[in-house]
């Protein structure tokens, strides 16, 4: 059994969408609500990492210069060195340490992604490969069913199932023969028969050849003939249910790309990815980020970063709503990190920035100009 990406997408992201979808009929707040749940279920791992990033970022500064009084004072016994080291981890804590609250989300979020990037908002996609061999030698081989892994497909509002492309004479063929790829679920049911029971939706698959186009033949409803020896790889895709419905300014979420071949610009896309870049920016500068103690060059990267990040999307395109997830995941957590920031700081975090305070004014006063002697004289003299 799978209790990974796929048993978390399936047994949690889908039941809460159906959940949802059946209050209110809009996949569109389906995928807002789901959202929202997994960030409030994850909060406390979050605001974990938060905290000790602003934690580190106090304690950087006195944890290097220990660091280097270490290095210095112990340069010629180096295991001592490494032991005084450790200890000063253990006193100021580990850098890395607020990772592991985000590694431990990490599986949530990628199941969360990866039932947007499905049925019902996009288009199932299904990778068949097959080996074209000359007939003589296809002689040999023992046939075997060839299947790929099932992906829950909505058939209509609140129905899914899970659904396999198969290929049942196997995916090995002989030049000149003939194939068809079928859909059909986990029980057996054809496909077919699904859209017959369904057919207002008209979730008609389609087929493209990613390899070896020249090697078969392809047709419409999934029959193939093999044409040439050699590699060949097959991607169908079954729509998406709500690829095609939109939500507020979201025109379809299914929609990917900002662009068409035609030229035609999505603005509503375009307006998620601009907006996905301003909340990273502003995330990175609550969380201090952005702060890189006078370091040009790291100021340059970390201002950069989220139009990279935001551009990405430009050349990598995703779906609508998955976009609109990932916005409001950033607002969230650009909330999150703002309302973290302004909690009253440990006893002994507050010492220590009480104390570079103080050393900050008196490297700013050592660093002013002197005065004039005369206004020394003169004060002298008042007193």
Same mark, same amino acid.
């Given at each position: 059994? /799978? ?5 978390? #997408? ?7 969408? /159906? ?6 009929? #809009?996949? =569109?707040?389906?995928i ?65 340490? !607020? ?18 990037? =499905?049925?019902?908002?996009a ?7 097959l080996?074209?061999?000359p007939? !003589? ?13 099932? &992906? ?22 002989a ?8 859909y ?11 859209l ?9 698959? /389609?087929?493209?050849v ?10 419409? &409803? ?7 020896? =050699? ?12 690829? *095609? ?16 071949? /035609?030229?035609?610009?999505?603005w *509503?896309?375009?307006?998620?990815i601009?907006?996905?870049?301003? #909340? ?30 935001? =551009? ?11 976009l ?11 909330? &999150? ?10 006893e ?7 104390? &570079?305070?103080?050393?900050a ?5 050592k ?6 002697? #005369?206004?020394?004289?003169?004060a002298?003299?008042?007193?």
């Amino acid at each position: 059994m /799978d209790f990974g990406i796929g048993f978390l #997408s399936n047994n949690v992201m889908l039941p809460i969408i /159906d959940f949802f979808y059946g209050i209110v009929p #809009s996949y =569109g707040l389906a995928i807002v609500a789901l959202t929202l749940i997994v960030r409030f279920a994850l909060y406390p791992l979050s605001a974990g990492s938060i905290r000790n990033m602003r934690k580190m970022r106090i304690v950087q500064p006195l944890m290097q210069k220990r660091m280097a009084e270490i290095k210095e004072r112990y340069k010629d016994e180096p295991q001592k060195q490494q032991e005084e080291m450790v200890n000063v981890q253990k006193e100021f804590g580990n850098p890395l340490a !607020g990772c592991f609250p985000l590694l431990v989300q990490m599986p949530v979020l990628l199941a969360l992604f990866a039932t947007l990037r =499905g049925s019902p908002f996009a288009g199932a996609n299904y990778s068949v490969n097959l080996q074209i061999l000359p007939a !003589g030698q296809i002689e040999q081989i023992q046939p075997q069913a060839f299947a790929t892994a099932p &992906q829950n497909i909505y058939v209509a509002d609140g129905e899914h199932v899970k659904v396999a492309a198969i290929l049942p004479s196997g995916n090995k063929l002989a030049v000149g023969e003939q194939t068809k790829i079928q859909y059909q679920t986990v029980e057996g049911k054809p496909f077919q028969v699904l859209l017959e029971e369904h057919p207002e939706n008209k979730l008609i698959p /389609d087929w493209k050849v990613t390899k070896g186009e020249d090697r078969i033949k392809i047709d419409a &409803q999934g029959n193939v003939e093999a044409l040439q020896p =050699g590699e060949v790889t097959i991607q169908g895709t079954i729509p998406g249910l709500a690829a *095609d419905k939109g939500f507020l300014f979201i025109d379809a979420l299914g929609r990917v790309g900002a662009t068409d071949p /035609d030229g035609t610009i999505h603005w *509503d896309i375009v307006a998620m990815i601009v907006s996905f870049g301003i #909340s990273l920016y502003v995330s990175q500068m609550l969380s201090g980020q952005n702060s890189s103690g006078g370091n040009p060059q790291q100021d340059t990267v970390n201002k950069v970063t989220p139009v990279i990040f935001s =551009g990405m999307f430009l050349f990598f395109p995703l779906p609508a709503g998955v976009l609109m997830y990932m916005v409001i995941g950033n607002i969230f957590q650009t909330a &999150q990190t703002y309302l973290l920031s302004r909690e009253p700081l440990p006893e002994e975090l507050q010492k220590i920035v009480a104390t &570079q305070e103080k050393e900050a004014v008196v490297a700013e006063q050592k660093a002013l100009p002197f005065e004039p002697k #005369s206004a020394k004289k003169k004060a002298t003299g008042g007193s």
